[in-house]
């Protein structure tokens, strides 16, 4: 079963505007940990903000803030004042417990283009 | 240091070749990742180190062979693979999971095409 969903391909916002890009999470453990990630073209995955299940206040990283929502399981990023520089893929990811160890898995990702 | 370091950057190889590509971190993470990458596509994990023994193969071809020699390096060697296997390799690091903060940092990649 898909763990983490999101649900928008593709996504446009205009230079200087905030966009939100989404992502529900599935689990069954109390403990879990929320992650977002940029990957432009050239491939490197960058780390932008992290929100822990027990976190009381939504995570906040400069122009990158996490709505989470722990009830309805969503932890969508808002990014403020986009710049072109923001156009990517944009990856939310879920740390996952398994047999003593863990990994991280992956959403499908969200292309935003960041229109001048 | 807070990077993790893959090399090479880009590798070619043909399907009877053998070659190994290898990730680099010094920032005393004690846990250390493969994934592969298709076009398109959200990373997928292959292997997971932990105190430099493997504990997690998701079910990977034996193609595909894992090394941890140390705990800073990470190596996966590559034999007899198939076009199919052309990919963004990505290696990465984590702090102990019991650690206040264990995030994810992940190396730029190795774009493998097989010919």
């Known amino acids: 079963a898909q763990k983490i969903t999101q649900t928008q391909p593709g996504m446009f916002v205009q230079e200087k505007e905030a966009v939100t890009l989404d992502c529900t999470y599935d689990t069954s453990d109390p403990s879990y940990g929320l992650f977002w990630y940029k990957q432009p073209s050239s491939g490197e995955m960058i780390f932008l903000i992290y929100?822990?299940?027990?976190?009381?206040q939504n995570a906040t990283e400069g122009r990158y803030s996490l709505n989470f929502q722990k009830a309805r399981k969503s932890a969508n990023l808002v990014i403020s004042a986009s710049q072109l520089g923001d156009s990517a893929m944009y990856f939310c990811?879920?740390?996952?417990?398994?047999?003593?160890?863990?990994?991280?898995?992956f959403g499908k990702g969200t292309k935003l283009t960041v229109n001048p | 240091d807070t990077e993790v370091t893959q090399t090479p950057k880009h590798l070619v190889m043909g399907m009877t070749n053998k070659k190994s590509l290898k990730c680099e971190q010094h920032m005393g993470h004690r846990a250390m990742y493969w994934y592969k990458q298709k076009a398109k596509k959200p990373p997928e994990l292959m292997f997971v180190y932990s105190y430099e023994k493997l504990s997690i193969n998701e079910s990977v071809p034996s193609r595909f062979s894992p090394e941890c020699p140390n705990s800073s390096l990470l190596n996966l060697h590559l034999h007899a693979l198939q076009p199919e296997d052309s990919a963004l390799y990505l290696c990465?690091?984590?702090?102990?999971?019991?650690?206040?903060?264990?995030?994810?940092?992940f190396g730029s990649g190795t774009r493998l095409t097989v010919v």
């Open positions: 990465a690091s984590s702090q102990d999971r019991t650690g206040p903060d264990y995030g994810y940092t």
């Open positions: 929100q822990g299940s027990y976190d009381q």
């Open positions: 990811a879920m740390r996952e417990p398994q047999g003593g160890s863990e990994k991280l898995v």
